[in-house]
């Protein structure tokens, strides 16, 4: 069971890889959406947004995220336990990368708002569970990972570690402008940039970043692939 009691503490919006879904806190702090789901492949990243509704807007609000990746039954096991990124009081968000190790089929998803930051149990234990707070629940469908020989590359990394531009070269522009995605190792996206139509050779300003490492993700049509730079280093 997950109970997240009293309120005003509750999940208003949810997106994650094709999921959006508005709805208004239940009163026993749970609902239950696992009829609606997402589609992901192992190994691919995308980006979680949770929009909630809390006391005194949100400021002392925490939320996290819980994905049973081996499907048995718990979210006890490594990397199945994340806490959001605040970029707002009313706003958590963090890219999620699915493991080439997670099970094929329908896995679940949990999501809890939760007032006190000591109270994030995934299910209630009698323990530190959740007084003030709401739980939802998804369903996230994984496929395979394809294999990496199969896969055909769609861009060039022009570079790596990175001083001041981030240049990636497009090996087909008839499949359209590409989408680049910047996150912080904790999942923080960062910076969005969108290339011209017909552009072949992409240049994204990352001046203004602090230096470190930073996962970039690609998107051009229905490809997608995600690595990882070192920025400010010349």
């Known amino acids: 069971n997950a109970t997240g009691y009293g309120g005003p503490e509750g999940i208003s919006n949810v997106t994650f890889a094709g999921i959006d879904n508005y709805s208004v806190r239940n009163a026993r702090g749970?609902?239950?959406?696992?009829?609606?789901?997402?589609?992901?492949?192992?190994?691919?990243?995308?980006?979680?947004?949770?929009?909630?509704?809390?006391?005194?807007?949100?400021v002392n609000d925490e939320v996290y995220a819980f994905f049973d990746w081996n499907r048995d039954g718990d979210f006890a096991d490594a990397n199945?336990?994340?806490?959001?990124?605040?970029?707002?009081?009313?706003?958590?968000?963090?890219?999620?990368?699915?493991?080439?190790?997670?099970?094929?089929?329908?896995?679940?998803?949990?999501?809890?708002v939760s007032f006190y930051d000591g109270e994030n149990n995934p299910?209630?234990?009698?323990?530190?569970?959740?007084?003030?707070?709401?739980?939802?629940d998804y369903t996230v469908n994984i496929t395979a990972a394809k294999s990496i020989a199969s896969q055909e590359p769609f861009y060039t990394l022009l570079s790596n570690p990175v001083a001041t531009n981030l240049g990636i070269k497009l090996n087909n522009t008839a499949n359209g402008s590409a989408v680049i995605t910047l996150y912080t190792m904790t999942g923080r996206k960062v910076l969005a940039h969108k290339s011209?139509?017909?552009?072949?050779?992409?240049?994204?300003?990352?001046?203004?970043?602090?230096?470190?490492?930073y996962a970039v993700q690609i998107e051009q049509g229905s490809k997608r692939a995600v690595t990882r730079v070192i920025i400010g280093i010349k």
């Not at 011209?196 to 490492?213: F, H």
């Open 30 to 58: 749970y609902d239950d959406f696992t009829s609606i789901s997402a589609t992901v492949s192992a190994g691919t990243s995308h980006n979680l947004r949770v929009d909630i509704i809390g006391y005194r807007g949100g």
């Open 80 to 112: 199945e336990s994340f806490t959001l990124n605040k970029t707002s009081n009313l706003v958590g968000e963090i890219s999620i990368t699915v493991p080439q190790t997670a099970v094929a089929g329908d896995i679940r998803m949990r999501l809890l």
């Open 123 to 136: 299910c209630d234990t009698g323990t530190n569970d959740v007084r003030f707070g709401e739980y939802e």
């Open 196 to 213: 011209k139509e017909g552009e072949n050779t992409i240049g994204v300003d990352v001046s203004e970043l602090a230096q470190g490492l």
